[in-house]
């Protein structure tokens, strides 16, 4: 005699259907191979890399100095505003420029700017006149060119041979610490001139 079938029964039934094990298939998943973003060889070949034992490397010769102690954190501002003031003067661009304005900054017009690259200008001409034409070509080729110590060494002292490197390095280091007492003059001096011309001004409408 067949067994009665119960709901128990029925719910077993049910639950073996949908219970069924099924093969799964997995998926490989393969991360991308990560970009290159090195420098090109041409790149590494240019004048602002120099061998760093069997390595090229891109070097920062401010900072290259300022580690080993052969420039104080005064001469390292001083680049700074150097290189800020040749690169506002020749190009109109200024790296302040991206940053964010406080509340109550007055916008300049085109007057206002053309003033404000001459007197970048200015100071660069005038830093020229007090440390000679000589410190600034090696401002310019170590700042504003990003030229490391043996790219300079071989347009400069080409005769030193392997001790050019050192020669230079020791020039750019006087006049980096040169550049810092040269600024304070410039600016000392124009704070003075500004005054006088103030002070001629009061005075013509007195």
């Known amino acids: 005699m067949p067994k009665s079938l119960t709901s128990r029964d029925g719910l077993a039934e049910t639950v073996r259907q949908f219970s069924t094990p099924k093969q799964t298939r997995k998926t490989a998943f393969v991360l991308p191979k990560a970009e290159d973003n090195s420098p090109t060889p041409e790149r590494v070949a240019k004048g602002d890399y120099e061998w760093q034992g069997k390595k090229r490397v891109k070097l920062n010769t401010v900072n290259a ?8 954190g005064d001469a390292v501002t001083a680049a700074k505003w150097w290189i800020c003031d040749y690169v506002f003067a020749h190009h109109g661009y200024l790296d302040i420029l991206n940053d964010v304005l406080p509340s109550d ?6 007057h206002t700017f053309a003033i404000s690259r001459g007197n970048a200008a200015e100071r660069v001409g005038m830093i020229r006149d007090r440390l000679g034409l000589c410190a600034h070509v090696r401002l310019e080729m170590m700042l504003a060119r990003e030229l490391s110590f043996s790219a300079m060494a071989q347009a400069l002292v080409p005769s030193k041979g392997a001790q050019g490197r050192k020669v230079v390095s020791a020039q750019c280091a006087l006049i980096l610490e040169q550049l810092s007492d040269a600024y304070t003059q410039v600016r000392q001096e124009i704070r003075g001139s500004i005054e006088r011309h103030k002070a001629l001004v009061l005075g013509a409408t007195a």
């Open 105 to 110: 900054y007055v916008k300049g017009d085109v």
């Open 65 to 72: 100095l300022h580690m080993a102690g052969d420039i104080d």
